[in-house]
């Protein structure tokens, strides 16, 4: 069982950064795969990154290439998603997830934070 709480979401302006942090209960994290999925007032929920349990094979969607980052440290079972050049479009509700291989499909997860709120004003 893994329990996972965000945090570091926040009102920011276009242009401008946030982290986003996921903290992992648990002894098993470094054996899982993570993601981050957004999910837009209106819209299905969608994913923006995952990372592999070791770190070092990533995958992002195009929305966000070239200005998100996803990174773990595994010493401290945590996940990140460091957010540059943000805009208004990525405003929505951010979650992390735990699984047992990198996916861009929600069924490939099978452990859910409860999101955080980011809000990108213009």
């Known amino acids: 069982q893994v329990q996972l709480v965000e945090s570091g979401g926040g009102l920011v302006q276009a242009g401008g950064s946030l982290r986003l942090s996921c903290a992992a209960s648990?002894?098993?994290?470094?054996?899982?795969?993570m993601g981050w999925f957004r999910q837009a007032p209106g819209k299905e929920r969608e994913f923006v990154a995952t990372i592999n349990w070791s770190g070092d094979n990533i995958f992002y969607a195009d929305s966000v290439k070239g200005r998100f980052t996803i990174s773990r440290d595994n010493a401290k079972n945590t996940v990140y998603l460091q957010m540059n050049s943000l805009k208004p479009e990525d405003t929505a509700v951010y979650y992390c997830?735990?699984?047992?291989?990198?996916?861009?499909?929600?069924?490939?997860?099978?452990?859910w934070g409860q999101g955080t709120q980011v809000t990108v004003s213009s």
């Open positions: 648990g002894r098993t994290f470094s054996s899982y795969a």
């Open positions: 997830a735990a699984g047992p291989n990198r996916s861009i499909w929600e069924w490939g997860y099978d452990y």
